[in-house]
C-alpha cells in the first residue's frame, strides 16, 4: 500500500471541511426576508399633512371663548323626561368617569348590550351593528335583549354609507333594517326603531337615502317602518380616493360635496346640513317623525385650525341651534315644531380623534375641554 503524506492528508482535511459547511447551509432553512415595519393606516377622515394643511392653520380664523350668561329655557331642554344631548362612548365605560357636570340624558356606544353600565337616571341607545351585511349582535340575542329591555330605542347601523364603517349597498341595507326591525317588533312591541344614520345629510347621501327606501319598497311591498330619523351631521369631503366620508357602496360617483379641512367647524354649513334634511323628511313623508343627530363633532387636530376654544364656540352653537330652531313647514309638530329634537356629541374619550374629548382615557382625567363645556353647560343652565 501506497503511504500518503501529511500534506496531502491536510488537504483532504480542508476540502471535506468546505464540503461539510457547504452542506449545512443548504440544509438550514433559509433566514426570514427583512421586512419594512409596516406604518399605521393613513386615517382617512382627515387630509394627510402638507403644505396646503399647514398653510390652512395658519390662515384659520382666531378663536376666543364665548361668553355668555343667558340660560336655556328649561322647559326645552328636556325630551321624553330627559335632557336631550348625549355623549358618544368610545372607549369607556361612561360609568369610569364623572360625568354629572355634563347633565346627560342619554348615551351610545355603537353596541347592543344587555347589561349596559350606565349612571342612574341616563339612557342608554341599543344600536345593531350590519357591517359585513349581517347583522351584529345576531337576532336571537337581538329578542332576548328587546325582551329584557321594553321600551328601548334601537338604532339599525353605524354610517352605512361609508365603505370603513358599516359599508352597506342600499338593497342589502333596506333588508338587513326589514330582518332587525321585525325581531325587534316581535319582542317588544313599545321599542322604538331608528334608521341608521349616514355621516352627513349632502345630496350624495340623501340619494343613498332614497336609494334604501325604493330597496325596501321593492321588496316588501311597503313604506319602510322607520319610527325615529337618524343622521349624522359631519362636515367631510366626499371625494373618491380622498381624505373625508369617500363614496357610498354602489355608487359609481366620482365625488360629492367637496368640503375642505376648515369647513369641519362651520356652522353655518353644520345649520344648513340640517335644514336640508328636515325638507328631505318632510317631501318624503317624515315629517311628522323625532330626528335625532346621533353623531357630530370635528375630527381635525388642534394643530389643523381647531383649538379648544374654537371647538367650544362650535358646540356651543350647536347646542343653540338645536334647542330653539323651529319651523312649521318642516318641523317636528310633537315638539312645538323643532327641527331636533336629540343630539350627541363625539366624543367622551376617543383615542384616535382626541379633538373635543371631554376625558383621558389613559389617565381617566377630564380634559381641559371637558372642564370648558362642562362650565359652559352649567351657565347655560343656571348652575
Given at each position: 500500500m501506497r503511504r500518503v503524506s501529511a500534506q496531502w492528508w491536510m488537504g483532504a482535511l480542508f476540502v471535506a471541511l468546505g464540503i461539510a459547511i457547504i452542506a449545512?447551509?443548504?440544509?438550514r432553512p433559509a433566514p426570514p426576508v427583512a421586512r419594512a415595519t409596516p406604518?399605521?393606516?393613513?386615517?382617512?377622515?382627515?387630509?394627510?399633512?402638507?403644505?396646503?394643511?399647514?398653510?390652512?392653520?395658519?390662515?384659520?380664523?382666531?378663536?376666543?371663548?364665548?361668553?355668555?350668561?343667558?340660560t336655556w329655557d328649561r322647559a326645552s331642554i328636556y325630551w321624553q323626561g330627559k335632557p336631550r344631548w348625549a355623549i358618544g362612548v368610545a372607549v369607556g365605560p361612561l360609568t369610569r368617569y364623572d360625568v354629572s357636570a355634563f347633565s346627560f340624558g342619554w348615551f351610545l356606544d355603537w353596541n347592543a348590550?344587555?347589561?349596559?353600565?350606565?349612571?342612574?337616571?341616563?339612557?342608554?341607545?341599543?344600536?345593531?351593528?350590519?357591517?359585513?351585511g349581517v347583522l351584529a349582535p345576531a337576532s336571537a340575542v337581538i329578542v332576548e335583549i328587546a325582551r329584557t329591555h321594553p321600551g328601548s330605542l334601537w338604532m339599525i347601523g353605524n354610517e352605512p354609507d361609508v365603505k370603513w364603517q358599516d359599508n352597506v349597498e342600499p338593497a342589502r341595507y333596506a333588508r338587513l333594517?326589514?330582518?332587525?326591525?321585525?325581531?325587534?317588533?316581535?319582542?317588544?312591541v313599545t321599542a322604538q326603531v331608528a334608521i341608521?344614520?349616514?355621516?352627513?345629510?349632502?345630496?350624495?347621501?340623501?340619494?343613498?337615502?332614497?336609494?334604501?327606501?325604493?330597496a325596501y319598497r321593492d321588496q316588501f311591498g311597503a313604506v319602510m317602518p322607520i319610527d325615529v330619523w337618524n343622521v349624522h351631521n359631519f362636515i367631510l369631503r366626499e371625494e373618491?380616493?380622498?381624505?373625508?366620508?369617500?363614496?357610498?357602496?354602489?355608487?359609481?360617483?366620482?365625488?360629492?360635496?367637496?368640503?375642505?379641512?376648515?369647513?369641519?367647524?362651520?356652522?353655518?354649513l353644520f345649520r344648513q346640513q340640517i335644514i336640508d334634511f328636515r325638507k328631505w323628511m318632510a317631501s318624503r313623508g317624515f315629517q311628522n317623525r323625532a330626528l335625532i343627530v346621533s353623531e357630530y363633532g370635528i375630527p381635525m387636530p388642534d394643530d389643523y385650525g381647531f383649538p379648544n376654544a374654537r371647538v367650544l364656540n362650535f358646540v356651543a352653537g350647536t347646542f343653540d341651534f338645536f334647542l330653539s330652531a323651529t319651523d312649521p313647514a318642516i318641523g317636528f309638530a310633537g315638539d312645538d315644531y323643532k327641527l331636533v329634537q336629540r343630539w350627541c356629541?363625539?366624543?367622551?374619550?376617543?383615542?384616535?380623534?382626541?379633538?373635543?374629548?371631554?376625558?383621558?382615557?389613559?389617565?381617566?382625567?377630564?380634559?381641559?375641554?371637558?372642564?370648558?363645556?362642562?362650565?359652559?353647560?352649567?351657565?347655560?343652565?343656571?348652575?
Open positions: 449545512f447551509a443548504l440544509a406604518s399605521a393606516t393613513p386615517d382617512v377622515l382627515i387630509p394627510t399633512r402638507s403644505p396646503a394643511i399647514a398653510q390652512a392653520t395658519r390662515v384659520a380664523p382666531p378663536s376666543r371663548v364665548i361668553s355668555t350668561s343667558a348590550q344587555r347589561a349596559p353600565q350606565k349612571p342612574a337616571g341616563v339612557e342608554y341607545v341599543q344600536m345593531v351593528r350590519v357591517k359585513g333594517y326589514h330582518d332587525a326591525y321585525t325581531a325587534i317588533k316581535d319582542a317588544d341608521g344614520g349616514v355621516t352627513q345629510p349632502t345630496p350624495l347621501r340623501l340619494r343613498y337615502l332614497d336609494a334604501v327606501l325604493a373618491r380616493d380622498s381624505w373625508g366620508v369617500e363614496i357610498p357602496p354602489g355608487f359609481s360617483d366620482a365625488r360629492g360635496v367637496l368640503y375642505e379641512v376648515d369647513d369641519s367647524g362651520n356652522l353655518d356629541w363625539y366624543s367622551l374619550d376617543d383615542i384616535n380623534y382626541p379633538t373635543g374629548r371631554l376625558f383621558d382615557p389613559q389617565t381617566g382625567k377630564q380634559t381641559e375641554f371637558g372642564q370648558m363645556l362642562a362650565d359652559y353647560i352649567a351657565r347655560r343652565l343656571g348652575k
